[in-house]
């Protein structure tokens, strides 16, 4: 008999972010029904949805049944969680928590997307079963999360990620491409950090993770838990900006870095490098190079057209 097979079917919050946008993408170009639903920026392209309207978040489920979910939605900047503290925690606790108790209800499998502020960077790399210790409120709330998401749906997947980047719709998307401003204005000089390591991620690697996790759970229901992901180049702001202005065949001489434990804003921690391997063993993974991911993020953003011919031609 002739039976239609609906095809696998995705939703993701956030679809309007960096993360989300990448996500989206993956997943329709590898054959899903994908939907994509945000609040502010949805329409007319995403579901608007207010993650924190319970009902609203049970109706899309029931609607749309989905196979898996992966929840990119997140006040993810620890400078605003500081300031706004409950706002934070509704996002990244209450709405994660709720969202992971009505996806047991339809048997979705939901990735929640962590990060590796959970930890206090005193000691890596750092495996999925370490202890987590965040300095800062956002990290706090992110851990907040996890376990709220894993009480309501022993079934989830935590992924903890690292900064991320990719194609930006404005420089100031990524903690990573906001730089890049600084680099080609090289007529003041600008201080850059040069005392926290970071392993910039390009978030097409992430979203592969994603999809990848996904399938491999249509196939097997042991795969949940706590997962890393992240890429494998360990720089520092000022070691990023100088690959930046390399890659752009720019001048660096004008960035200074700063070695000194930034004293303004949210607590940061030193070195949150993610151990990777378990993904890694699932045979999971992708990973761009940074200077080839950040050139094909920064390029639209370039102002000097005249180096184009340089770098290009």
Known sequence: E?????????????????LGRAVYKEFK??????????YRRAQPRFEQINLLDSIAVHDILHDFQP?????????????????????????NVAASGNLAKEAAGVGAFL????????????NPPYKETDVPNP????GKTKLEGEKAVLENNEGAA?????????????LE????????????????????????????????????????????????????GTFHWSGNEQMTKYEMACAIADAFNLPSSHLRPITDCPVVGALRPRNAQLDCSKLEMLGIGQRTPFRAGIKESLWPFLVDKRWRQTVFH
């Open 158 to 170: 935590v992924l903890r990620i690292p900064v991320l980047y990719g194609e930006v719709e404005r």
């Open 135 to 138: 300095l800062n409120l956002y």
């Open 67 to 91: 196979h898996v979910i992966v929840h990119c939605a997140a006040e993810r900047r620890p400078d605003v969680v500081e300031s706004q503290p409950d706002a934070a925690s509704q996002l």
């Open 29 to 38: 170009e590898n054959n899903w029904n994908a939907v994509g639903c945000g």
């Open 2 to 18: 002739d039976v239609d097979i609906p095809s696998r079917r995705v939703l993701i919050t956030g679809a309007t972010g960096l």
């Open 111 to 122: 990735i929640y997307i962590s990060t590796d502020y959970v930890f206090d960077g005193t």
């Open 173 to 224: 998307e990524s903690a990573v491409t906001i730089m890049f401003d600084k680099v080609q204005f090289s007529n003041k000089s600008a201080n850059m950090d040069h005392w926290q390591q970071r392993f910039p991620t390009n978030v097409k690697d992430v979203a592969t993770v994603c999809r990848q996790l996904a399938e491999k759970r249509m196939l097997d229901p042991s795969v949940k």
